[in-house]
């Protein structure tokens, strides 16, 4: 019952924004966001209870949907007012921003809601119309070069993974005759049967095709534009909610290639792209001009983290990085939120032009500086945490040289992120730009998003810890 | 072990056949219009191998799914993308660093690597199109980058776009024919869509840029 309410809302609302005009329509995507929140989190907890028929993993992968989306969805009740769009916004692209923003939150609700793995390619190809449509939205040269970018490049990228879908089925036929349903518990049921080149090919493809989507490197370069050129609520849901979706199918993938062909070939092509995508996003974040192309290569910097302790094996590092999603897309839609505020107030993106956010934005600049120095692992926000666990779990196993290298890539990205930070939000104001803010829906959203980045290093709820476990087992560890 | 191939099988290996060297005349085509001809006689084909697949493992759904995708893909996108070229400059230029005969080795490398990629997995395939199917799929699917790469114009992106999901559509209704009718129908209509989005794109950067040039995407980097 559950989650078909958590798709009909975000359905519903973004149905009634092409009609309602947006003042009414902003209030209830405001609404839609926290209710959906509310019943993601309701059907978290009776996962973690082996009830709801969800398993952990799709339960685990809704959360960073709850976590991004009902803020996103309070925060859009300040977004579509004077500051972010002109006094005078033209109010189609307010309604087709609201209509767009809630289709876009469906749709990234339904891929961990599937285990069907044809209908998990389909719907991760629906998030990726309308995120191209979002991004394209504010009609300047950049975002339609990044939205052109990020639908050719996501699209071809997700053309890879259909064919791992077909060659998974066509390893299937087999055991299970010619005309089945592609459902990821009938392949584990069956592992043992399938043909292990096939199994592996499948997942190749899938680490290529999906992992486009995720923002993986050397499939990454469409990350970047669509993120920093969209509109600021796009960004941090693209970031947040939508690299975690792909993880998600990725890790469907890898659960059926663990069981029939041991983890080898999953933690060798994991450690690949997550070094790679490391190396990338922390030497990158050192030359970064722009505020949201910043925040972008942390994220493929995250995915390359996460990447990395699903590689160690240890169920420690696998732990780490199923938490490490959570925590950044809690992080990540912080730092979105508020860079979207800040950049609004000195209108302009450009780092260079941005100093003393903190005396500006008193509090949008200080939960700026916050999320930022949680995308840096500073403790004693929940990054550091799960950080910490993908860590110790590496450092436990034989790689533990890489687990060193993976540290040293962590220290070159902290430094770039550190030193960001410290000089958007520090210093001295320009004279020019209007000092407070009052703005209560989006310092309510990102007062909501900086609890959960603050409380998840502090403690992790009992239920989560039950997912972590749950969901980690359903992965298999090394073998 | 040669295999004695049946006559609907030798007439699907042709239409394989024919699929590609379709495919592979893109890389000669300058004219936007040629490209779309190449992708609507492409999908009349694959409709075809869809039909075929449908009557001989007499899955009834396939025969629909094959006239669904001659009259959307074999008619409807086709004029659709024609309508789109109108008003738009006609010829679709190569990088100067790549001729003609350089892109068809670099797409027959491409396919030589489906090949070896195919003949590693012993596969159940299909009765319909045996042993050929995946390396045809694959060969489909990694020259539409290839024609994606080379031509920096957003209608050729399009069109290599729609021949790549050409390439996907006839690897599913050979090596998994048994996929569920409704995500056939799904594939169809997300591609439609897909399209249409495209089209958005295509047209906002006609009107910014006053050309489909590609080249004119150069101001985010790094």
Same mark, same amino acid.
């Given at each position: 019952m559950l989650p078909a309410v958590v798709i009909a809302i975000p359905f519903a609302t973004a149905l009634s924004s092409l009609v309602l005009p947006s003042r009414v329509s902003r209030v209830? /995507?405001?609404?839609?966001?926290?209710? /959906?929140?509310?019943?993601?989190?309701?059907?978290?907890?009776?996962? =973690?209870?082996?009830?709801?028929?969800?398993?952990?993993?799709?339960?685990?992968?809704?959360?960073?949907?709850g976590i991004v989306y009902g803020a996103v969805g309070i925060y859009s009740t300040w977004y579509v007012r004077a500051e972010s769009i002109g006094?005078?916004?033209?109010?189609?692209?307010?309604?087709?921003?609201?209509?767009? &923003?809630?289709?876009? =939150?469906? =749709?990234?609700?339904?891929?961990?809601?599937? &285990?069907?793995?044809?209908?998990?390619?389909?719907?991760?190809?629906? &998030? &990726?119309?309308?995120?191209?449509?979002?991004?394209?939205?504010?009609?300047?040269?950049?975002?339609?070069?990044?939205?052109?970018?990020?639908?050719?490049?996501?699209s071809c990228g997700l053309a890879i993974g259909l064919v791992g879908v077909v060659v998974l089925y066509a390893a299937g036929v087999g055991p299970l005759g010619s005309r089945y349903s592609p459902e990821w518990g009938q392949y584990i049921a069956i592992a043992g049967r399938l043909d292990p080149n096939a199994v592996r090919l499948a997942f190749l493809l899938a680490l290529i095709g999906f992992g486009t989507k995720m923002g993986l490197a050397p499939m990454h370069t469409w990350l970047p534009d669509a993120h920093g050129a969209g509109p600021t609520p796009t960004s941090a849901m693209l970031s947040g909610i939508l690299l975690s979706d792909a993880l998600y199918v990725i890790v469907r993938f890898a659960a059926i290639t663990n069981d029939a062909v041991g983890s080898g070939m999953t933690r060798k092509l994991f450690f690949i792209v997550g070094l790679l995508s490391l190396f990338v996003g922390a030497f990158f974040l050192l030359q970064q001009r722009d505020i949201k192309r910043m925040l972008a290569y942390s994220s493929i910097e995250h995915m390359g983290i996460v990447a990395c302790g699903l590689a160690f094996g240890a169920p420690l590092a696998i732990l780490g990085a199923f938490l490490h999603m959570v925590n950044h897309a809690a992080a990540k839609g912080l730092a979105f939120l508020s860079a979207g505020r800040i950049a609004a107030r000195y209108e302009t993106r450009e780092i260079d032009k941005i100093s003393g956010a903190v005396a500006v934005l008193p509090i949008s600049g200080t939960l700026f500086a916050f999320a930022g120095l949680a995308l840096a692992g500073m403790p004693p926000f929940g990054v550091f945490r799960s950080e910490l666990m993908i860590l110790a779990g590496g450092f436990s196993t034989d790689d533990w040289p890489i687990a060193a290298l993976v540290l040293g890539l962590l220290l070159v990205a902290f430094a770039g992120i550190v030193r960001w930070v410290m000089k958007l939000t520090g210093g001295d104001a320009p004279k020019f730009v209007r000092r407070g803010e009052r703005d209560i829906g989006a310092i309510g959203s990102m007062l909501l998003i900086s609890l959960v980045v603050l409380g998840l290093g502090l403690y992790v709820p009992v239920p989560l810890e039950h997912l972590l476990a749950r969901a980690a087992f359903i992965l298999g560890g090394r073998g | 072990m040669l295999h004695q191939l049946t006559v609907p099988q030798a007439l699907a290996g042709t239409i394989a056949m024919l699929l590609l060297i379709v495919q592979l005349t893109l890389f000669r085509s300058v004219v936007v219009a040629e490209f779309i001809r190449v992708y609507a006689l492409q999908s009349w084909l694959v409709a075809a191998i869809c039909f075929g697949v449908g009557v001989t493992e007499r899955a009834w759904d396939l025969v629909v799914l094959a006239f669904v995708t001659l009259l959307f893909k074999g008619i409807l996108l086709p004029r659709y993308m024609q309508s789109l070229a109108r008003g738009i400059s006609a010829r679709i230029e190569l990088p100067a660093r790549i001729n003609v005969l350089l892109s068809l080795v670099l797409a027959g490398a491409l396919i030589g690597l489906s090949i070896l990629t195919s003949i590693q997995l012993p596969l159940h395939y299909g009765a319909f199109l045996p042993r050929a199917d995946l390396a045809a799929a694959l060969a489909m699917v990694f020259t539409g980058f290839l024609v994606a790469i080379l031509r920096p114009n957003a209608l050729a992106q399009v069109v290599a776009f729609l021949t790549l999901e050409n390439g996907l559509f006839f690897g599913t209704i050979t090596l998994a024919p048994g996929l569920p009718f409704v995500i056939g129908i799904l594939l169809l209509i997300d591609v439609l869509v897909a399209v249409v989005v495209f089209a958005v794109l295509v047209r906002a950067l006609i009107e910014q840029h006053a050309a489909a040039s590609v080249t004119v995407f150069e101001s985010l980097r790094g």
């Amino acid at each position: 019952m559950l989650p078909a309410v958590v798709i009909a809302i975000p359905f519903a609302t973004a149905l009634s924004s092409l009609v309602l005009p947006s003042r009414v329509s902003r209030v209830l /995507t405001g609404i839609a966001g926290a209710a /959906t929140a509310a019943c993601i989190a309701s059907i978290a907890l009776a996962a =973690a209870n082996g009830r709801g028929g969800l398993d952990a993993l799709s339960a685990l992968f809704l959360l960073p949907v709850g976590i991004v989306y009902g803020a996103v969805g309070i925060y859009s009740t300040w977004y579509v007012r004077a500051e972010s769009i002109g006094a005078d916004g033209d109010e189609r692209y307010r309604r087709e921003f609201l209509a767009l &923003t809630n289709a876009f =939150a469906c =749709a990234e609700v339904v891929v961990p809601l599937l &285990t069907n793995m044809a209908g998990l390619w389909v719907a991760l190809e629906v &998030t &990726t119309i309308l995120a191209a449509l979002l991004v394209r939205l504010q009609g300047t040269s950049a975002s339609l070069e990044a939205a052109w970018k990020y639908i050719l490049i996501a699209s071809c990228g997700l053309a890879i993974g259909l064919v791992g879908v077909v060659v998974l089925y066509a390893a299937g036929v087999g055991p299970l005759g010619s005309r089945y349903s592609p459902e990821w518990g009938q392949y584990i049921a069956i592992a043992g049967r399938l043909d292990p080149n096939a199994v592996r090919l499948a997942f190749l493809l899938a680490l290529i095709g999906f992992g486009t989507k995720m923002g993986l490197a050397p499939m990454h370069t469409w990350l970047p534009d669509a993120h920093g050129a969209g509109p600021t609520p796009t960004s941090a849901m693209l970031s947040g909610i939508l690299l975690s979706d792909a993880l998600y199918v990725i890790v469907r993938f890898a659960a059926i290639t663990n069981d029939a062909v041991g983890s080898g070939m999953t933690r060798k092509l994991f450690f690949i792209v997550g070094l790679l995508s490391l190396f990338v996003g922390a030497f990158f974040l050192l030359q970064q001009r722009d505020i949201k192309r910043m925040l972008a290569y942390s994220s493929i910097e995250h995915m390359g983290i996460v990447a990395c302790g699903l590689a160690f094996g240890a169920p420690l590092a696998i732990l780490g990085a199923f938490l490490h999603m959570v925590n950044h897309a809690a992080a990540k839609g912080l730092a979105f939120l508020s860079a979207g505020r800040i950049a609004a107030r000195y209108e302009t993106r450009e780092i260079d032009k941005i100093s003393g956010a903190v005396a500006v934005l008193p509090i949008s600049g200080t939960l700026f500086a916050f999320a930022g120095l949680a995308l840096a692992g500073m403790p004693p926000f929940g990054v550091f945490r799960s950080e910490l666990m993908i860590l110790a779990g590496g450092f436990s196993t034989d790689d533990w040289p890489i687990a060193a290298l993976v540290l040293g890539l962590l220290l070159v990205a902290f430094a770039g992120i550190v030193r960001w930070v410290m000089k958007l939000t520090g210093g001295d104001a320009p004279k020019f730009v209007r000092r407070g803010e009052r703005d209560i829906g989006a310092i309510g959203s990102m007062l909501l998003i900086s609890l959960v980045v603050l409380g998840l290093g502090l403690y992790v709820p009992v239920p989560l810890e039950h997912l972590l476990a749950r969901a980690a087992f359903i992965l298999g560890g090394r073998g | 072990m040669l295999h004695q191939l049946t006559v609907p099988q030798a007439l699907a290996g042709t239409i394989a056949m024919l699929l590609l060297i379709v495919q592979l005349t893109l890389f000669r085509s300058v004219v936007v219009a040629e490209f779309i001809r190449v992708y609507a006689l492409q999908s009349w084909l694959v409709a075809a191998i869809c039909f075929g697949v449908g009557v001989t493992e007499r899955a009834w759904d396939l025969v629909v799914l094959a006239f669904v995708t001659l009259l959307f893909k074999g008619i409807l996108l086709p004029r659709y993308m024609q309508s789109l070229a109108r008003g738009i400059s006609a010829r679709i230029e190569l990088p100067a660093r790549i001729n003609v005969l350089l892109s068809l080795v670099l797409a027959g490398a491409l396919i030589g690597l489906s090949i070896l990629t195919s003949i590693q997995l012993p596969l159940h395939y299909g009765a319909f199109l045996p042993r050929a199917d995946l390396a045809a799929a694959l060969a489909m699917v990694f020259t539409g980058f290839l024609v994606a790469i080379l031509r920096p114009n957003a209608l050729a992106q399009v069109v290599a776009f729609l021949t790549l999901e050409n390439g996907l559509f006839f690897g599913t209704i050979t090596l998994a024919p048994g996929l569920p009718f409704v995500i056939g129908i799904l594939l169809l209509i997300d591609v439609l869509v897909a399209v249409v989005v495209f089209a958005v794109l295509v047209r906002a950067l006609i009107e910014q840029h006053a050309a489909a040039s590609v080249t004119v995407f150069e101001s985010l980097r790094g």
